[in-house]
Structure formats: C-alpha cells, structure tokens
C-alpha cells in the first residue's frame, strides 16, 4: 500500500524500505527508510538509481499531505552503459570506464590507444571532476599532465548538499551525499523536488 501511494504521488514506480514505524491507528513515520527511484531519465546523464535515505520520514496530514525528512542522504548510481550512451551522443575523443579503484579516461585515435589516465573524482566549486592520478602513453608509464581536466557529465552539487562518500566499483559509481532537513508536499513533481536539493540545474 505505502509503495502505491508514493509511487502515486511520485508518478514512476518506486520501492520504499524501512526499519520501524510509528503512530496508530495508521502508521505515519518511518525510521530507517529507504525510497527507491530506479532509471531515472534527465537532460544530462541518465542514472541507474536514485535512493533518498531518512532516519525518520513522516507524513504530515495535511492539504496537500507534506513529508517531512530528517538525517537524510541521498545516494545517485551511475552506470557504465549510460556513461557510454552519453560520449557516444557528442561523439568525444575519449573514453571514461567506471572501475574498481577508479575511473579510467582513455584518449584514441582511430581506433588506437594513444594515452590513458587513472584519475580521482574531486567536487570543485560544485563540478565533479576528474584529476589524473597516473598516467601512460602508447602504454608506457608517462609525466602527469596537470593541466588536464575533464568533467563528469553532471550538473553542480547544490550548496547544501555534502559528499560523504564515492564508492567505486566495475561498471557503476555511486556517490553518497548528506542533505538538510527537509519538507515538502506531496503533489506532482515531488520527485523534480528532491532531485534538485541535489543537483539544483537536474531536469
């Protein structure tokens, strides 16, 4: 039922998770909630999953009803095959390959590889971008080229929001924020609400 009602609201199918409830006769507040937004479609890269993450949720009986969440996190999944979809689209002279201990950029021509960088994701001004931490040439270790930079395709970090992790693995990238407290009503375009207490510029 509570799936359904979201979902309702939300407009797209979501899964909500959660540790306890509260309030009687109908339970209002969730402790240790989990709402989950799976393949979420936006003008700049598409992403895996979205999940918003509360100590506590609570519905508020209201017109409209308002949710209001405390300790909250948010949790934004980046795929591989939606990393290559987006360089695919503008045709870039590079490769970016989701990895274990990293992200890979790998620069060719005509098919051969001509240079490749490790590189480490840093939040700069808001911008999530890529430094290269090693690098090689024709597959030969070579000098670090400080002034490259490139970006990964999505928009800037709202003020509020905190990176508290980036977790790397084969083929995906999950980044793990902190967000204030918040409050909103539950009405069309809640899910562009939250999306944008993340990424403000997100449609």
Known sequence: FVDQFVSAYFTIPVTMTWQETRGLPIPDTYLGTRLNFAGLATSWLNLERMTLVADQLRFVPDMPI?????G???????????????LERFQLPFKLELAEDGILVRNEFSGMPLAEFKTALEVVDGWFMLKPKTASFMGMP???PEFF?????????ANEARIKAIEHAQGKLTLIMNLPDFEEPVTPGLLGRLQRRIFPAFG
């Open 149 to 157: 930079r490139t970006y990964l395709p999505l928009p800037p970090l």
């Open 142 to 144: 070579g000098w670090m």
């Open 72 to 86: 909250a996190q948010a949790e934004i999944v980046i795929g591989q095959t939606e990393i290559t979809r987006w």
């Open 66 to 70: 308002r949710m209001t969440v405390a």
